[in-house]
Every structure is written in structure tokens, then in C-alpha cells.
């Protein structure tokens, strides 16, 4: 019984060191991080949803704010084109009501073309993917 202690404590503090000392970077992060040329000088239409943010702004040539959603970073940053933005259930942002059809219009904050992927239609159109070079 005393080994398992021991030997769980160990486990512990190894897992203690191993995360205090690690930044978690997400998938958007190491877009910015290492995979922007695949999207640099094309036009975007991205598949989000509320939770899509940056971890932080270490990552950008320019910092940004804590917790950008990436929607923001790709409309901000001038090497790419987000031209449409494609929303489940809750919408890009997340605050539309749980089973409520979203109708199609612009976002908000940045005024990009939204479609709704959620109540009469599931998946993006021929149309909705017009002018669209890159779907993320």
C-alpha cells in the first residue's frame, strides 16, 4: 500500500511539472503559429462556433487580447480574406438559444457574411461556397 502511495505521488508531482510548465496551444493557435501559409493571400470561409478562441497572443507577429475568437484574428489579419462564416446550433458567437433556427445575415463584430448550419439547412450550399478558395 505504501509503493502505490508513493509511486501515485510521483505520478503527481510529474504531472504537476509536466502542465505548470506547458502552454496548451490550440489548433487556431498553431495556424498562426505554423500552417498560415496555407491560407495566406486566399479567401476563407471558416466553420466555428463560440468556441474557437486563441489561447493567447504569444503566438502572433502582433499581440492580441487574451481568448480572440479566431473568427476576429483571420478578419483582422491582412494576409488573408474571410469572406463567409458558417454557424451551428448557437451561432458563430454562441448566443443564439438552444433549438432556435439562426437566419443567415452578417456577423456582427466584423460584418462577414454568416449562413446558418443549423434548422433548414445542415450543410454550406453551392451558392453559400461561392468565392470561397479555403473552407476551415
Same mark, same amino acid.
Given at each position: 500500500? #505504501?509503493?502505490?502511495?508513493?509511486? @501515485?505521488? *510521483? ?5 504537476? $511539472?509536466?502542465?505548470? =510548465? ?8 498553431? &495556424?498562426?503559429?505554423? $500552417?498560415? =501559409?496555407? *491560407?495566406?493571400? #486566399? /479567401? ?8 474557437? &478562441? ?5 503566438? @502572433? !507577429?502582433? %499581440?492580441?487580447? !487574451?481568448?480572440? =475568437? ?7 489579419? #491582412?494576409? +488573408?480574406?474571410?469572406?463567409?462564416? @458558417?454557424?451551428?446550433? =448557437?451561432?458563430? !458567437? ?7 433556427? *439562426? ?5 456582427? /463584430? +466584423?460584418?462577414? %457574411?454568416? $449562413?446558418?448550419?443549423?434548422?433548414? +439547412?445542415?450543410? %454550406? ?12
Amino acid at each position: 500500500m #505504501k509503493q502505490q502511495s508513493t509511486a @501515485f505521488l *510521483i505520478l503527481l508531482i510529474a504531472l504537476f $511539472y509536466a502542465t505548470s =510548465h506547458t502552454q496548451v496551444k490550440t489548433g487556431a493557435d498553431l &495556424l498562426f503559429e505554423k $500552417y498560415f =501559409h496555407l *491560407i495566406e493571400g #486566399k /479567401k476563407v470561409g471558416l466553420v466555428t462556433n463560440h468556441s474557437a &478562441l486563441l489561447s493567447n497572443g504569444a503566438v @502572433f !507577429r502582433h %499581440p492580441v487580447q !487574451r481568448e480572440k =475568437h479566431l473568427a476576429d484574428a483571420l478578419f483582422e489579419d #491582412k494576409r +488573408t480574406q474571410l469572406v463567409a462564416l @458558417f454557424g451551428p446550433e =448557437h451561432g458563430i !458567437r454562441g448566443d443564439a438559444p438552444d433549438g432556435k433556427s *439562426i437566419a443567415h445575415g452578417a456577423d456582427a /463584430k +466584423t460584418g462577414v %457574411p454568416t $449562413y446558418s448550419l443549423y434548422g433548414t +439547412t445542415y450543410k %454550406p450550399t453551392d451558392e453559400m461556397l461561392e468565392g470561397i478558395e479555403v473552407l476551415m
